[in-house]
C-alpha cells in the first residue's frame, strides 16, 4: 500500500503564532500536491524555539489556534495530520509541548507529550513544560503510527516499544540544531535500520537568534536506512510516497525482529 506524505520545512518567526499558521497555509497552497494520506509539520512551528516565553505562548488545546488550523488544513487536504507541536494544556493542567493528530474529517484523534525534554547545553525546555508520560502509538487509515519529538530519537527503548507493536513507520518532529545535523542523520538512520521501518523527519530551519539556526533537512528514510527524498534548509513542502507493503515483504525476508529478545539478560565478571 503506498502513501503519500507531505512534510512541510519553514522558518518560525518567534511568538508569532498567527503568522506561522499563515505561513504554513501558504506553503502547501504552493504544493504542487494537492492530493496526500499524510500531513507532517515540524517541532514548535507555531512559537519557535524560546524556553524563557513557552508559558507566555501556551493555549487551551480545546479552543486553541494550533487546533482550529490544524482541523481546517485536514478537512481542506482530506488527509491525516501529524501536527508538529505547540506549547499547549489541558484544562488546568501544565503546559506541555504537546503534538496533535488529526485524521481526515479534522477530528483529533490523539494528543502526544514530547517524552523526553531538553535541558542540556543552556537549554531549559523543562523549567518551563511538563513533560508527557508515555510514548503513542496510533492508528490511523495509513497504518500504525508512532510518535516522537526531537529529542525523543535519542532514546532507542522507545522505537523499540514501537517495532515490537506493528507500527508501519515512525515521525519525529523536531527544531534540532544545525551544529548537531550529522548526529541526527545518523540517529534517524538508526532508529530507521535496526526496526525495519520508514523514519519520517520534519525540521524547522533558519535562524532563531544571532547563535542558534535550525538544521533543516526534513527527509523520509526508508526501513533499510536510506533516505530516499529530503530538504536542505529552504521553506518548503516535501512530498514522498511510502510502500508500506514493501517494508512488509523485506521484514518477512529479514526478520530481525522476531530474533531480538524482548529482555536481555547481563552476565558481569
Not at 503519500?4 to 503568522?19: A, M, N, P, R, Y
Amino acid at each position: 500500500m503506498r502513501n503519500k506524505v507531505l512534510i512541510v520545512q519553514l522558518e518560525t518567526i518567534t511568538g508569532d503564532i498567527k503568522s506561522n499558521i499563515e505561513k504554513v497555509e501558504r506553503l502547501l497552497e504552493e504544493c504542487p500536491e494537492s492530493e496526500s494520506d499524510l500531513i507532517v509539520l515540524p517541532e514548535l512551528w507555531t512559537c519557535g524555539w524560546d524556553c524563557p516565553n513557552f508559558n507566555n505562548y501556551s493555549q487551551n488545546i480545546a479552543v486553541s489556534d494550533t487546533l482550529h488550523a490544524l482541523q481546517k488544513i485536514a478537512k481542506k487536504y482530506k488527509s491525516n495530520v501529524i501536527g508538529g507541536t505547540s506549547v499547549l494544556r489541558k484544562n488546568n493542567e501544565n503546559d506541555r509541548n504537546s503534538c496533535l493528530i488529526l485524521n481526515r474529517n479534522g477530528e483529533l484523534k490523539a494528543v502526544y507529550d514530547k517524552y523526553h525534554l531538553f535541558s542540556h547545553r543552556g537549554q531549559s525546555e523543562g523549567l518551563y513544560l511538563e513533560s508527557g508520560n508515555s510514548a503513542l502509538l496510533v492508528n490511523l487509515d495509513i497504518g500504525k503510527v508512532g510518535i516522537s519529538v526531537c529529542y525523543d530519537v535519542r532514546f532507542p527503548e522507545m522505537f523499540r516499544l514501537y517495532a515490537f507493536n506493528e507500527a508501519d513507520f515512525v515521525v519525529n518532529m523536531a527544531a534540532w540544531p544545525k551544529s548537531f545535523i550529522d548526529e541526527y542523520v545518523t540517529l534517524a538512520k538508526a532508529r530507521a535500520v535496526e526496526n525495519q521501518i520508514f523514519f519520517i523527519c520534519s525540521c524547522l530551519t533558519g535562524k532563531i537568534n544571532e547563535s542558534f539556526n535550525f538544521s533543516g533537512h526534513s527527509m523520509v528514510i526508508d526501513y533499510k536506512g536510506r533516505i530516499i527524498n529530503s530538504l536542505d534548509y529552504e521553506e518548503k513542502v516535501l512530498c514522498s510516497d511510502i510502500d508500506i507493503a514493501e517494508m512488509k515483504q523485506y521484514r518477512q525476508q529479514m526478520p530481525i525482529l522476531k530474533d531480538t529478545k524482548q529482555n536481555y539478560k547481563l552476565t558481569e565478571l
